[in-house]
């Protein structure tokens, strides 16, 4: 005789399922554990490896602006002593990469020299003060050396 009866499965059918591979756990006893990845730990230590790189790159740049910075200040006072030398008298044509020496007179014109102010000898510096020592660069600025 045959049992006319259909099978019924006991298992609830919300824990059953025809297509196992879309589980998002292991279906069999021997399948790998598959645990769920932790977005907001995934996240924080990605946010804070981004933030780490882009600090340390912010630092660089920072430091290149200073860099920058320094240089900029030195080019415009070379610029300003430039200036205040090529105001000054001189009587002879100043050679590149030559150190000159420029001095104040008692009506507080400036002259450039050839003379150091050591090397007067016995009678002294015939000028009211002696202002600096400068060499004359490539660009035709001057670079202070006193």
């Given amino acids: 005789m045959k049992n006319n009866k259909e099978f019924i499965n006991p298992i609830d059918k919300d824990k059953i399922t025809d297509k196992p591979h879309t589980l998002p756990y292991a ?4 399948g790998v554990v598959i645990r769920p990845i932790d977005k907001g730990k995934t996240k924080s230590l990605a946010v804070e490896a981004m933030h780490k790189q882009t600090n340390s ?3 660089q740049i920072h430091e290149q602006m200073t860099l920058l910075a320094e ?3 030195k080019i415009q006072k070379r ?3 430039s200036e205040i030398i090529y105001d000054s008298e001189i009587g002879f044509k100043p050679l590149i990469g ?3 020496h420029l001095y104040q007179r008692y009506d507080e014109t400036t002259l450039l020299s050839v003379v150091g102010p050591s090397e007067w000898g016995i009678r002294g510096c015939p000028y009211n003060q002696f202002l600096s020592t400068a060499t004359l660069l490539s660009d035709h600025t001057w670079e202070i050396k006193d």
């Fill in 79 to 81: 610029i300003e002593i």
């Fill in 57 to 59: 790159q912010l630092k």
């Fill in 71 to 73: 240089q900029a200040k």
């Fill in 27 to 30: 279906h069999t006893v021997g």
């Fill in 98 to 100: 030559k150190t000159y």
